[in-house]
Nanobody, 127 residues
Framework: QVQLVESGGGLVQAGGSLKLSCAAS????????MAWSRQAPGKEREFVAA????????YYADSVKGRFTISRDNAKSTVYLQMNSLKPEDTAVYYC????????????????????WGQGTQVTVSQ
């Protein structure tokens, strides 16, 4: 059974930075396409960043483009989300997701594409 465990959330002032981590256990991490999504109270879950299993293809939502960076370290079975210039509207629970795939260059942007989800980590950005 694959487990994804997020960490790194917390409370930060607007303009600050946080780096989220998602550690995977179980099967071969390098075969996973990975993504970060978030859900704010009263809103639908949205993808903020996604990455192919090769790491060579990435996606960013317009709302975070230029501020957030997704990366992965296959040796550590970990995917990261570096978040800079945080805004109050970035406040949400952030989830990582993994999809076991044969396709090295593909990322995925549907919730039901993903096989595995973490439990979420709260990010709160104050004014």
């Amino acid at each position: 059974q694959v487990q994804l465990v997020e960490s790194g959330g917390g409370l930060v002032q607007a303009g600050g930075s946080l780096k989220l981590s998602c550690a995977a256990s179980g099967r071969t991490f390098s075969s996973y396409a990975m993504a970060w999504s978030r859900q704010a109270p009263g809103k639908e879950r949205e993808f903020v960043a996604a990455m192919s299993r090769s790491g060579g293809t990435t996606y960013y939502a317009d709302s975070v483009k230029g501020r957030f960076t997704i990366s992965r370290d296959n040796a550590k079975s970990t995917v990261y989300l570096q978040m800079n210039s945080l805004k109050p509207e970035d406040t949400a629970v952030y989830y990582c997701a993994g999809k076991d795939t044969w396709y090295t260059g593909a990322y995925y942007l549907r919730l039901d594409d993903y096989d595995y989800w973490g439990q979420g980590t709260q990010v709160t950005v104050s004014q």
